[in-house]
């Protein structure tokens, strides 16, 4: 597991400092977006030189939740693709993160993936057991929710299908057994038809949510490659962002690279373990 206490005070400042500028790297790729409010102090601490310094290790406990939990969604939709029950053409439009679609269809596929545990979190209790103080947490996090259930939207084959494959790649956290009741009582419509424009805005403004690196209005000449190719471009570009914040969570807390190797399985950062202990 890799929750830690901080460190001891006397290389602490040598930390905050190198911790401070990746941030700051992070603050100047978030470009002239808005700021949801959902993001609350954690949304505002990056903005500030002296206070993304002295809550360093706490911005990057959030990084890091906040990644795997992208990773999590990211590595679901390439396997849906993979498996010919999605396709990478939903990645070609931007997203619209505030005015998601009230329909019938959308509401499903968010209700389905909710029954899962790592969709579910408490985002305080799961913050205050990592040790992120009120002072440095957000309200609420949907984005990876979002991304990953218009993802869906833009291209399933099959719901049904979709929800198995989900369930067989167990990566999303426990599947809670009265949330799966109430979803099997409520079975999607086999008239639904998934729709290339669910939830696109007109151009691309962000997820308006810190350090969000799912992809979204790729460029079609990627996604024209073929599968195996784009999956490869496009998780270069994903990872190599959270590998960025997962070396400087290790340098911070110092874990070792072995350690931090081991909690990554086969190249997919599980969410399972620190959801079942929020």
């Known amino acids: 597991m890799l929750r830690r206490t ?8 040598d930390k905050e400092h190198l911790a401070a500028t990746m941030i700051e790297q992070e603050v100047a790729s978030f470009g002239s977006q808005g700021m949801l409010m959902s993001e609350s102090c954690f949304g505002e601490l990056p903005w500030n030189a002296h206070a993304r310094r002295v809550a360093a290790g706490h911005i990057l406990r959030g990084l890091l ?7 999590a969604a990211f590595d679901v939709f390439m396997q849906l693709c993979r498996q010919g029950v999605c396709s990478l053409s ?55 929710l ?7 939207g833009r291209s399933f084959t099959s719901l049904d299908v979709v929800f198995d494959i989900i369930r067989l790649k167990d990566q999303l956290g ?7 009741k109430a979803l099997l009582l409520n079975q999607p419509d086999p ?24 992809p979204e209005a790729v460029d079609p000449s990627i996604i024209q490659q073929g599968f195996d190719d784009a999956a490869i471009a496009l998780g270069k570009e994903f990872y190599s962002r ?8 290790a340098k911070f807390f110092d874990i070792s690279k072995d350690v931090f190797d081991a909690d990554v399985q086969r190249g997919e950062r599980d969410i399972r373990d620190w959801v079942r202990e929020s």
């Open 174 to 180: 426990r599947v809670d057994s009265d949330q799966l």
């Open 191 to 214: 008239d639904w038809k998934s729709d290339i424009n669910l939830n696109r805005s007109k151009e691309w403004y962000g997820s308006m949510t810190f350090a969000c690196w799912l």
């Open 6 to 13: 901080f460190p001891e005070s006397a290389p602490l400042m």
């Open 90 to 144: 939903s990645l070609e439009h931007p997203v619209d993160w505030v005015h998601t679609s009230k329909g019938d269809c959308f509401k499903w596929i968010r209700r389905m993936l909710c029954v899962f545990g790592g969709v579910r979190s408490d985002w305080h209790a799961l913050q205050r057991s990592w040790g992120i103080p009120s002072t440095c947490r957000w309200h609420d996090y949907l984005t990876p």
């Open 146 to 152: 979002i991304w990953l259930a218009t993802m869906i």
């Open 65 to 71: 939740i906040r990644g795997r939990l992208q990773a």
């Open 242 to 249: 959270l590998e960025r914040v997962e070396m400087h969570y």
